[in-house]
């Protein structure tokens, strides 16, 4: 129903900052949930950031709070997952994801629609 396109990864330094993009097709963007996940090598996919429907509401995993932003335009039909003071621990490979709720959701579970995927490496 919904098409999640995700960009905006590489490499930086520690300390650094990048800013990740998510860019939704079909459907209708303001009916979803969303949130960003990452996933380091024999791991298992990880939630980091969460915003609801409506953009009023956001949730964060305790490893990236204050460093963190999860924001949503709904009149672009895409979100965003702003990352200051980036650490060495943060590199992962980064989803997003989408469901039709309103409210924010932790677990991968809860998610239906995933985009496939960037690399952020944060080099020490």
């Known amino acids: 129903q919904v098409q999640l396109v995700e960009s905006g990864g590489g490499l930086v330094q520690a300390g650094g900052s990048l800013r990740l993009s998510c860019a939704a097709s079909?459907?209708?963007?303001?009916?979803?949930?969303l949130g960003w996940f990452r996933q380091a090598p024999g791991k298992e996919r990880d939630f980091v950031a969460a915003?609801?429907?409506?953009?009023?509401?956001?949730d964060y995993a305790d490893s990236v709070k204050g460093r963190f932003t999860i924001s949503r335009d709904n009149a672009k039909n895409t979100f965003y997952l702003q990352m200051n003071s980036l650490k060495p621990e943060d590199t992962a490979v980064y989803y997003c994801?989408?469901?039709?709720?309103?409210?924010?959701?932790?677990?991968?579970?809860?998610?239906?629609?995933w985009g496939q995927g960037t690399q952020v490496t944060v080099s020490s």
């Open positions: 915003i609801s429907s409506r953009g009023e509401s956001t």
């Open positions: 994801a989408a469901v039709i709720r309103i409210t924010f959701a932790r677990a991968v579970n809860s998610y239906n629609y």
């Open positions: 079909g459907g209708t963007f303001s009916s979803y949930a």
